[in-house]
């Protein structure tokens, strides 16, 4: 670890840049320089293009849409740093797709979230920093520490602040029950559940019922990611039939491409609130889609490691 | 590996003896020879008796109501195995008391599982046999195959069986509203949860409101564990108050002592299901608890890996 | 290790089904039931299909044209198999495209090939069988045995067979000097050298001389992989220049695609030679492209790992 | 590695709170805030109560008459500090119960020393300083340095200093002879040692004779820990009866719960000399035990390492 | 690990061949083909010249009185047997001569036995069989199994059925005290122990008395290895001063090169037993010098481990 | 890391004096003071004689004409300054003998270079320096980063300054092409390539041909090590009876002992060039030998990653 006076050198990954330069505007900071490329055979390539001998090193790579490509990038950034000689090289990832990969729900199945973080350990990292993992006991995953931001109070920031008011929340699923009751508990409203049941890996689920009261209520739904719109969808067309006045929905990984929009923008809900943690050119200008940016608290957090602060009041 | 033919060598430490002799009886074989002792300043002896060069061994140890010894025991015999050349040895574990602490949920605290989970495999061990762990993700901190048992298909057994009727399933709170939605699916029923707010680590809880309808049907509150029988006695409570009729719980491990149980006698419950995967000499004779044996469970896996055939089924 | 009589599986991953059922063909046994598939956020998931506990298993994924792809892929078999308790996994990967990616030949890159190695390593593999790694120290970034099978025989025979006569071998740059040699030797004929200087990383090259006599014969120009033709395609002209005959070119691994198969129909090169070590649907049917099976050596190799006999003839 | 002004933070497990304060009290520092507790259930709880970001942490934790509790709280304070991004841990273990077990001396028994290192290591640790390890050799369980300090020097200022004269060293038994010997060299007198042998695990030891000549002399029995006091009473005995004057004892560690102290007691020792390496209630007020502090090496031992100066000196 | 009747397969380093002889004549089996070789720059290289796939491999390499040498061709050994597929790798190595590097007895130098099992591990053994290591904690350096046998029953064996009677044993200095009752406590008779200062690192060692009476008894100095053949000879001109009357002297390994024989010759030293551990050409055929064969101790052990039997009652 | 002001510190192993003696004297610091010996049994024996502790450490050690006796002896510094607590270690190895055994080319054999990588990274090291492997790809034999610095920017300028002109540059085979081509671009001058075939292990290589054009010219052949002089001197024959003037021979590693230069005396080579990468006695004063000290290439690199300044320009 290096001194407190060390220089902070933030670079970006080909899935980070826009999300690093947000960052670096934060920080007032000059991004580093790097180049990354795909021969044309398909191999990627890195290249750190200024000196880290010595420096703590933050390198910005989601692993988003193109998860393997962002990943396999996301391996050679952290041996070139490592090789290069950084001081220190905390791998910043907004968003980590293979996240919910996390258990062995089937027979002969991997548990891929644990492959992911074996090969960026082995690889050499010294920090990760990342929000709303699918579970939280996937920071147990890694021997290294495990910054894990919370994207809920930047997104209730902007709902209080919001004119939605008589509202519930819900949670579309038994298994976000526990996350959507701190979004109840933060907002001060009550709970709903979706009872629904997931069949095989096809990604079509099915709402059975829903534990709870929403007549005459507007709701949230909120969740910790999104790809096809299909349980959110689902679970508002079961609320309107509840009796629901207004839809809203609120995740914190927005993945939806021209396929989960137009579910999007056929389905019950009026508004979707999603973060910034993947750069998405689909949902950017999409008139029911509303982007908030968690990158002011993912700058935050990297300024008081380098300042040796403690950053727990972030979480 | 060795081959089908090789012999199976089941072994007990000290916290596993009877839960062994249960398995051992199904499978009609004899228990391995061994000997442990606890020294007069405090350290665990182990010592395997017989030989078990090249030998398949399964070593079963329950993490149970004294943790810290049971765990220190178990390293110890897996280094005893390995030392004396066994050919593989599985550890059987049917209750692993630490995988509670499997999250980061406060700043500078440990991933308690995480580190147990280390020193089992930096010791060594090439399988692990256990049940109900508090939340799947545990597989993956282990690196070695893990086979995950499940309470419930034994525990819903009892319940079909049992003479209670016209009942909805009860999750404490919104952390197991997963779970108690399988054993709701399993026996066709539906669900209630507790939304309650734990406050900091001082294990009294509160339950602030219950999600969905129990009045005039009997309920079954499930949950993983229960060590005070705080939680299920202010569920029951609550759900009296809400109009329930007869209130029954089950749980996988049931770690209650005296104090435990004079809130279950005093509770609102009139029967605890729990299963016998920790020896506890408290529950077994208490006249409100009903112990239901999974050693066979763990037995029929046992024969199964040493045949080489898919255990997949069992859970 | 399983006795001499335990049973071969051989599974296919997504980019190893056609090579995999060639050898399934020569070894006369049924392929390994699996699948795999791609959400819809780009997430690969796998999944074994039968049971392989204690099983030898050999699986065959090629890292070619989606190298990103096709190598996580790869990762999450070897995690799904080593957790289904398989008692040996071979990983039979004929490509292994990022193999080139072997040394630090500019400042503050990454060894990708040893990032590869390391995260197949850690996932947990125990044998590797490939053919024709970019260099043969490759072997040394890995722990575990790695056959390295050589496609230089098969492809000699084929020159053998053919009509190709009074010809020399060509090495289109200093760097296959050495292998060129052995092409020589294979086939008794004598060697030229292209003395080119690549520079940069835009896949330009430019031949400065060719070492060497030509005029008047035929010449085979060999090289380990051609991806874009050019560097063929530039030799070729050059050895036009100087005088040369007919020309043909000879390379291990074919990973031309539509604009590579513009250069070569452009190009002098009236045949090129190469092997199925990636399934490359472009230069099937290309009347120019030859397609040597290489899959009855993998299989042989295969066989005579699973009979406990020495593989040390077949390179 | 922090910079020499980085700020020194020591912390005091549970076991280790009255030896941390004298060590604070000497360097003039206050001791670290945390907390640990056990849960009801009987697993070890502990939480670090103020940031340690890249602060040069060191946690005093003997392993002594709870070795078990002792032994896993140490671990999950190790976890806990590597996760809260402690720049440097160095675990301080004035005493550490399993280093007596260091060796296989009977069969298919385990070596629970490096059991206990392995663990220690993999959790993760810089420097581990401890005192009168049973076997020099356990430094080299340890990757990482171990700083193994002496009591020796201190225990003989004290015999210097008292009114003890006359006498001669004397080992209980020959594999105490070594360091018997540099008690020797160090007071200037000579040496007799106990050829006793020790059957089975059970504790019991038979003194066999005395090696050396000791009547009319008065004696000092020299030992690494004393548990049940058996050896050294034995050994007293056996003294006397070949004519030696007044008996003393010094150990570096002492276990004596009220069965030992009994035995003390009856003895013929006049006086037992220990040292504070675990706080021991029991022999804290007894009139044949003299404490002598090593808090004050230790202190001084770690004052140094902070300061970068050499340590070699203290030992 | 292979099934029983797998092939056993004994090879020799370059350190080993005489004893690898005599152990394949016990167990009337062939020595395996290998080949090693010094190239005129000093490199060692080793090729193993026989299929080893899935067999069980012993490699007979003593660390013996070339210890580089020995060393780095038994890391090359490991290496080429796991590289061609070796189903186990035993090395049997009846002298270690590193591991009298045990322990840290100076500030800032290197525990070298450590360092030499690590360097073991790291390239790949499944288990070690050594004899008489300096001190038993040496097996705690590694985490694979070792048998260490002894050759204190075969030299005793020898004593018994010689003329030697009337003896003492004699320890040359308190640190051999523990083994040297071991002896005594074999042979029935009782112990005497040199009181000796060992200064520096100059191998100059001084006797300062002798603890215990030999007065016109004939005296067994007994030790585990003897280079320069300093201590024993210091020691029995200190016994012959007491009133001794023959000296002879037993130790494990005998390292005596010309110069230790003369201070041998001129000693007081009658007759010098040792192992055949290492291959001595020097102590061979000196007059004055017993080697007693521990080939047939080994090549029971191998047997036994072969055939899965307990090899405890060898030590 | 230790902060830009921290002190460094250059020691010395015995193969390695000469050379830091020049880089010290570059530096103008002094060289740490360190001791190295040879027991008589022949173990080596390492002690660091100053406080080492929170320094960086450069420790100089060429892996030279005794290879065995140099690497153990660079493992025992290693442990020595790890166990004395330096910040870093940075290992500075001139010379790497075992560099050459980097493939698996024949069946069976260890790949040797990677056994003493690993070697290296286990025992503990922070960073290598070292200077032309015989093949680019072994610095991906380590985890750690490896600064691989080159000879040829050295001795080109040397043979720029020379009076030697109109020569082509001669590689003695065609591995050694690739980077005989570099000389030629460095120099401005054509390329021409021995096409030698070397036969099993005896070192006995065969010129075959010649490829290129050499008549009326001088002729420099480049290579990176010599040990014999054999390969050069044919190379140098064969270039005579192509009608070549002067020849010279220029490499990296000059490794010739009393044979070797009897080679070099009697062949057509008027002059030898090499850097005085190994410390070599019998080269020093030979009238054909030319020694150019990269020592001052060496201390530049060492300044520089002291300074955390880039070392990319040096190679």
Redesign the interface.
């Known amino acids: 670890?290096?001194?407190k006076n060390s220089e902070i050198k933030i670079f970006a990954g080909s899935s980070g840049k826009v999300f690093a330069d947000k960052v670096c505007k934060y920080l007032d900071i000059d991004l580093g320089k790097s180049y990354s490329?795909t021969?044309?055979?398909?191999?990627?390539?890195?290249?750190?293009?200024e000196?880290?001998?010595?420096k703590d090193v933050y390198i910005i790579q989601p692993v988003?849409?193109?998860?393997?490509?962002d990943?396999?990038e996301l391996?050679?950034?952290l041996?070139?740093f490592?090789?290069?000689?950084a001081?220190s090289i905390t791998l910043v990832m907004p968003f980590f797709?293979?996240a919910?990969?996390?258990?062995?729900?089937?027979?002969?199945?991997?548990?891929?979230?644990?492959?992911c973080a074996?090969?960026i350990?082995?690889?050499?990292v010294d920090?990760v920093i990342t929000m709303d993992l699918h579970?939280?006991?996937?920071?147990?995953?890694f021997?290294v520490?495990?910054d894990?931001l919370l994207a809920r109070p930047v997104l209730c920031n902007y709902i209080k602040e919001s004119k939605i008011n008589n509202f519930v929340i819900a949670?579309p699923?038994?298994?976000f029950?526990?996350d959507?009751?701190k979004y109840?508990?933060d907002l001060g409203v009550?709970?709903?559940?979706g009872?629904k049941?997931r069949k095989a890996?096809d990604?079509k689920a099915e709402i059975l019922?829903i534990?709870?009261d929403v007549k005459g209520k507007n709701v949230i739904i909120v969740d910790d990611?999104t790809?096809?719109c299909g349980t959110l969808a689902d679970m508002a067309k079961g609320l309107k039939n509840m009796g629901a006045q207004d839809i809203y929905a609120c995740v914190s990984h927005g993945?939806l491409?021209e396929?989960?929009l137009r579910v999007l923008e056929k389905s019950h809900i009026k508004e979707l609130i999603i973060s910034d943690s993947i750069y998405n050119q689909f949902t950017l200008n999409h008139h029911k889609v509303t982007t908030i940016s968690v990158a002011p608290l993912f700058a935050e957090a990297i300024r008081r490691?380098h300042n040796?602060?403690?950053i727990?009041t972030l979480f």
């Open positions: 670890m290096a001194c490329m021969f044309s055979e398909g191999n990627t390539f890195v290249k750190v293009e000196t880290v001998r010595d988003g849409l193109s998860p393997n490509d990943f396999m391996l050679f950034w041996d070139a490592k090789r290069a000689s001081n797709s293979y919910k990969a996390d258990k062995k729900d089937e027979p002969r199945v991997s548990i891929r979230a644990r492959v074996d090969a350990e082995v690889t050499g920090r579970s939280p006991q996937i920071q147990g995953f021997k520490p495990v894990h949670a699923d038994a298994g029950a526990k959507a009751r109840s508990l009550s709970t709903v559940i009872a049941e890996n990604e019922e534990i709870g990611f790809t096809s993945l491409q396929k989960g490691i040796r602060e403690s727990s």
